[in-house]
């Protein structure tokens, strides 16, 4: 019989292509998702509000799963700062009753817990930049004391920006899409940015997803792993990019030029360890989701 994995948040950005990902690879794919979506290769859809206790009990207990991996959550800073509350019940909250009816459930499924770069260390208060690093930052340490307080087998995954087709809301969608409008209207087009000088390490979500699989079958209990590529772009160089794969010149304003606006390199070396490689360049991303948007 094949493993079975379930999959919250799977009509989101990362959940579809984790979908089709484990699909493809042979599991038996339950897939947890606040609305009827259409959402391919999934084998069984539930839907579920999973910051309803109710909810996370009864998902477990449908499933009882072998793997677990848990995307959903509310990833919008500027949200956080609107519905700080309902963000900690989303992010946090959801998790800590998805845990518990897994340790009722199924206590020997292995889960993998999505967090966020954005999380910090709980200790230093200070800091803590807004309430959606808060929110991550309490969802991993309840993952990571559940993980010690129940004896289950829970790890954590901290991706970086994640890009590549696909309905995201990150910065390069951002930039895709306001590219292809001033194609559309015939203009030249023109990108306002706080900071082109400004880094981030971007990370395909499909090479993201591939790294979730390594470490449910592969990682260790209890460790906390990078998600990223070991390597900054600019967003000038991002835009540098799209200049060469549209074939038109794109005038940008940038609001301020601190180049301290920079995300610290971090080399995925336990991930890499695992066996896990990159596969996609960051060109090779920013196609892709010229394609997709370009339907």
Known sequence: MNKTILITG???????????????KGYYVYGAAKKNTLIPGINQLLLCDLAN?????KLMKTCKPDY??????????GDSWDNPIKTLEINAMSTAYLLQAAAKHKPDCKMLIVGSALQTNPQDISA?????????????????????????????????????????????????????????????PFITVQNSNATRDFIDVRDAVSAYEYILLK??????????TGVNHSLGKVLEHLEQLTGRTIEIKSVKSDVSDTTPLIDPVKLKELGWQQERSLTLSLADMLNYFQG
């Open 10 to 24: 799977a009509s989101g950005f990362t959940g579809i292509h984790a979908c089709r990902f484990f699909a493809e």
């Open 53 to 57: 206790e109710q909810d996370a009990e």
């Open 68 to 77: 677990l991996l848990h995307l959903a959550g509310q990833n919008h800073v």
């Open 128 to 188: 803590i930049p807004h309430p959606y690093s808060l929110s991550k930052t309490i969802q991993t340490t309840i993952a990571l004391s559940w993980a010690h307080l129940y004896n289950l087998d829970i790890m954590v995954a901290k991706p970086t920006n994640l890009i590549g087709p696909g309905n995201s809301n990150g910065v390069c969608a951002i930039f895709v899409k306001q590219i292809l409008e001033s194609v559309k209207d015939e203009r030249k």
């Open 219 to 228: 990682g260790k209990s209890r460790e906390v792993y990078d998600i990223t």
